[in-house]
Each structure stands twice: as C-alpha cells, then as structure tokens.
C-alpha cells in the first residue's frame, strides 16, 4: 500500500509548482520528495517516542529521522485543525490518511482551506470503507466486543467514503482535480498469497475501480470572482502612425489661395 501511494504522491506534486508545502501525517511517507518547492515541512499531530524512552523522561526536544521514520526531519508539532501559518500562505498540503485518523476531520479540511491559498492543491489518501479491507475492519471491530484485541488496520478515527469526502470538498470550495482507486488485493499475510492475488490488481482497476481499498485525490482550492494575472511573456508591437486630419476654421478655398 505505502508503495503505491508513494507512487501516485510523487506523480501529483511533481508538478505542483509554488514556494511552501506541508505534509501533515504519516511520516513512514514521504509525499514530498519529488515536489520542487524550496520550502518543505514534515509535521505531526504528537512526537513519536523513542523506543528506550522511558515516560519520565518524555519526548525529546529533536527528532532525527530515523526516529520519525521519514527521510526529512520532523519540523513542527501542530494539530491538524490549528495550524500554525497565516492564510493564503501554503501552496501545497499533503494530507496521507491524516482525515480519517485524526480527531476531528472537518476542522482539519477547514484548517486546509484557510491556510492554503486561491488555486493550491491538496492531496489527500485515505481508505476506502467499501473495500475487502474495509469490511475485515468491520469483521474486527465487531470480534473486539468480544475479546477480539488484534486489528489490521488503525482501530483510531472513523474511515471516510470516497464520496462522502468529496461532498465535504465541495462545501469549502474545492473542486477534485483528480482521483483514483488502488489495492484490490485481499490482506493476507503471505507473500505467497499475494502474489497469488496479484491479478486482482488489475482486473479491480478495470472492472470494480470504485472498491479498492485506497483512494487516492487532489483537489484545487477555487475562489469565486478571483482572475489570476498571468505574466505578459510576449511584446506587442507599437501601431504605426497613421496620418490624422486637422480640421481649420478658414474656408477650403481661401487656405489653397493662401498656399499658393
């Protein structure tokens, strides 16, 4: 899964072009590296703990990269829905599996719509409730009453519905630029079984696309009544002069007399 969603990030941001992006999530992902921007920030919701930290000595001041398992260092600490940038500021946020696993997903999208400015992208990636993944994630939720304490997937947050998603875009303005499923397969642990399955991969993207277990989208932060000015790369030519007129108030006859 993490590879092809490091593969659909690297395809959407490759050519987003601007000055500030901001990945808030999942730092096993990197959606950044092959965006272009000079300013690039990995942020998360809490600090991860190292694994010899004891809780009385708490989180460390300086998170490398090998603590956040990501190859850029964490920059900040933010929650998701109070981030610390003024509006219209970012140009790019990247958002892996940040909705459906944080507190309050709407403050999250809103957050994103204040900080991103007119005609900056957001990527999201999420998983798809409507998928075999999804439904094992229901199978286990129900055994947890049970006893059953083992998940496949985060048992933290709700999963959001692809469409349920884009409704909530379209409230703050945004309009899906693009979009796709991924990961038909079923979870197995083995690698034989995997491979087994592989052909599921790509019948699902032909005859089932909308049951994968991810989807994967950007969307455009549109707003009404705004014209981007574009530079004028091209010179225009002056017009030649053309000879005008002058009117006189001496008759026509008189002024030929008085020209000769």
């Not at 603590?67 to 610390?84: E, K, M, N």
């Not at 994103?112 to 286990?140: C, H, K, M, T, Y």
């Not at 079984?193 to 089932?208: Q, S, T």
Request: charged share 25%; hydrophobic share 40%.
């Amino acid at each position: 899964m993490l590879a092809w969603e490091h593969t659909h990030f690297d395809e959407a941001v490759s050519d987003i072009f601007g000055y500030h992006a901001l990945q808030l999530g999942l730092p096993e992902l990197d959606g950044l590296q092959a965006n272009r921007m000079p300013h690039k920030w990995l942020a998360l919701d809490c600090l991860p703990e190292p694994p010899d930290a004891s809780p009385s000595q708490g989180h460390p001041a300086h998170v490398t990269k090998a603590d956040s398992g990501s190859s850029r260092p964490v920059a900040l600490v933010a929650d998701s829905a109070a981030l610390p940038f003024p509006e219209n500021s970012l140009d790019l946020l990247v958002l892996p599996h940040t909705l459906e696993l944080g507190i309050d997903p709407h403050s999250a999208l809103r957050e994103a719509e204040r900080v991103l400015v007119p005609e900056g992208r957001v990527v999201i990636s999420g998983f798809n409730p409507v998928s075999l993944w999804g439904l094992r994630q229901q199978r286990d939720h129900f055994y947890h009453r049970f006893g059953h304490k083992e998940f496949f997937l985060p048992d933290t947050g709700e999963f959001i519905g692809y469409w349920r998603l884009r409704d909530w875009l379209r409230l703050l303005n945004f309009e899906v630029e693009s979009a796709r499923f991924g990961c038909y397969r079923p979870a197995v642990a083995s690698q034989q079984w995997l491979d087994r399955f592989d052909w599921m991969d790509k019948a699902g993207e032909r005859w089932w696309p909308i049951f994968g277990a991810v989807y994967f989208l950007v969307a455009v932060k549109r707003v009404r009544g705004m014209r981007l000015l574009e530079p004028g790369w091209k010179t225009h030519k002056s017009p030649a002069a053309v000879p005008t007129a002058v009117a006189s108030k001496k008759p026509a006859a008189t002024s030929r007399l008085q020209s000769r």
